[in-house]
């Protein structure tokens, strides 16, 4: 059973940087999809941005440009550094992966952008 677990969330002053980490555990082969999702409250969840295999990455107009989306060293692990926050980034941020047409999603963590 995968397990995706995220953290990095927090509060912090518009303009400012956060970097959340994803890591997904409970197998020993590439996850070749992960991404990020996020959630305000009243909100639908909302893609925010991908990375496949390869590296290939793709991102939500909202986003491109101020968050850039990476794989980490480790086996199945994600990072989103997120700069030039805004207080509409104010969410929830899950991380998932894709293994074997099956979605693993993480328990989410929350991001807080002050105005």
């Known amino acids: 059973q995968v397990q995706v677990v995220e953290s990095g969330g927090g509060l912090v002053q518009a303009g400012g940087s956060l970097r959340l980490s994803c890591a997904a555990s409970?197998?020993?082969?590439?996850?070749?999809?992960m991404g990020w999702y996020r959630q305000a409250p009243g909100n639908q969840r909302e893609l925010v941005a991908t990375?496949?295999?390869?590296?290939?990455?793709n991102y939500a107009d909202s986003v491109r440009g101020r968050f850039t989306i990476s794989r980490g060293g480790a086996l199945n692990t994600m990072y989103l550094q997120m700069n030039n926050l805004k207080p509409e980034d104010t969410a929830v941020y899950y991380c998932?992966?894709?293994?074997?047409?099956?979605?693993?999603w993480g328990q989410g963590t929350q991001v807080t952008v002050s105005s």
């Open positions: 998932y992966g894709d293994r074997l047409s099956q979605r693993y």
């Open positions: 409970g197998t020993n082969y590439p996850i070749k999809a």
């Open positions: 990375i496949i295999s390869g590296g290939s990455t």
